[in-house]
Nanobody, 127 residues
Framework: QVQLVESGGGLVQAGGSLRLSCAAS????????MGWFRQAPGKEREFVAA????????KYADSVKGRFTISRDNAKNTMYLQMSSLKPEDTAGYYC????????????????????WGQGTQLTVSS
């Protein structure tokens, strides 16, 4: 069982930066592939970024590529999403997710592939 807790959301002006964190429980954090998803009101949850258990492989949605950076610190059981050049269309609830993976270099981009989810943290970008 893995529990995930997101933090770091808030209100930021367009063009600004913010870092989200996702703290995970458990002692085998590095065996879990992790991801960030977001969901705006009235829209489906969408993939943002994913990272392998080792942290060596990452994947981004086209909409955030070059602006967001996903990373993880396995010693701290924490994953991060550094966001810059924020746009109003980035406004959404941001959720972290985890799935156990045998292969340390695997990542996943579909929500249904993930087993554990956090409660989310809200990001609002004002224009």
């Amino acid at each position: 069982q893995v529990q995930l807790v997101e933090s770091g959301g808030g209100l930021v002006q367009a063009g600004g930066s913010l870092r989200l964190s996702c703290a995970a429980s458990g002692r085998t954090f590095n065996t879990y592939s992790m991801g960030w998803f977001r969901q705006a009101p009235g829209k489906e949850r969408e993939f943002v970024a994913a990272i392998s258990g080792s942290g060596g492989v990452t994947k981004y949605a086209d909409s955030v590529k070059g602006r967001f950076t996903i990373s993880r610190d396995n010693a701290k059981n924490t994953m991060y999403l550094q966001m810059s050049s924020l746009k109003p269309e980035d406004t959404a609830g941001y959720y972290c997710a985890a799935v156990w993976s045998f292969a340390s270099g695997s990542y996943y981009t579909r929500a249904r592939e993930y087993t554990y989810w956090g409660q989310g943290t809200q990001l609002t970008v004002s224009s």
